[in-house]
Structure formats: structure tokens, C-alpha cells
């Protein structure tokens, strides 16, 4: 079993930048991928970006893609999403998420695809 720890959220200005960090501890697997989902007050759990373990390939929501960046350092079992240019809409709690399987090569959008989660960490981005 796997754990999870989102940290690095906070109160930011529109189009400024945080820097999330997903902590993996247990029984991690250099071949799984890993997800970014968010979820705003009354709207439902969202996809933003996944990235394999073992190669790096890396998978975006159209929403985010030129602003923010998913990376990993498999050395400290550590998943991290690099959020610039921020929007108000990009408000939400933000949930790492594992994968317990070997990453195919297709990437997973659905959260119920993913099989361990963080306790979520609040981004704010005031206008």
C-alpha cells in the first residue's frame, strides 16, 4: 500500500505560482504513474496531469498545458506539479493520486483508475 502527501498549497495572486509536492511512501513501484486531479466547491474531481514513474512521459489537461508542469524525482519518491500563470479558476483542493499497476503507456483520466490517494492540499488564486 502506498502513501500519500500533497503539500505546497496556498494563497496566491492571479498569474502567480506555487510549486506542489506529492510525497509517496510504502510500497511504491518505479513502473506505476502517478495523477494531479483538483476539485472547486460544488463542481466534481477533475484530471489535470499525470506522469510515468520509469520514462517521465508526461499527460495535461488542455486547461493547464503551457502553465503548468508535472515532474518527478524518483530518488525521493516524489511527485511534483509546477503551477504558473495561475487563474481563479484554478481554485480548487488538489489530490495526488497513484496508480498500483504498470504504466502501459496510456495514461488514466478517471479517478476511479487510480488506486491511492493524498489528503489533498487547497490552492487559492484571488483575482
Known amino acids: 500500500q502506498v502513501q500519500l502527501v500533497e503539500s505546497g498549497g496556498g494563497l496566491v495572486q492571479a498569474g502567480g505560482s506555487l510549486r506542489l509536492s506529492c510525497a509517496a511512501s510504502?510500497?511504491?513501484?518505479?513502473?506505476?504513474?502517478m495523477g494531479w486531479f483538483r476539485q472547486a466547491p460544488g463542481k466534481e474531481r477533475e484530471f489535470v496531469a499525470a506522469i510515468s514513474w520509469s520514462v517521465g512521459s508526461t499527460y495535461y489537461v488542455d486547461s493547464v498545458k503551457g502553465r503548468f508542469t508535472i515532474s518527478r524525482d524518483n530518488a525521493k519518491n516524489t511527485v511534483y506539479l509546477q503551477m504558473n500563470s495561475l487563474k481563479p479558476e484554478d481554485t480548487a483542493v488538489y489530490y495526488c493520486a497513484a496508480q498500483n499497476t504498470p504504466w502501459t503507456g496510456l495514461f488514466s483520466v478517471r479517478g476511479y483508475e487510480y488506486d491511492a490517494w493524498g489528503q489533498g492540499t487547497q490552492v487559492t488564486v484571488s483575482s
Open positions: 510504502g510500497r511504491t513501484f518505479s513502473s506505476y504513474s
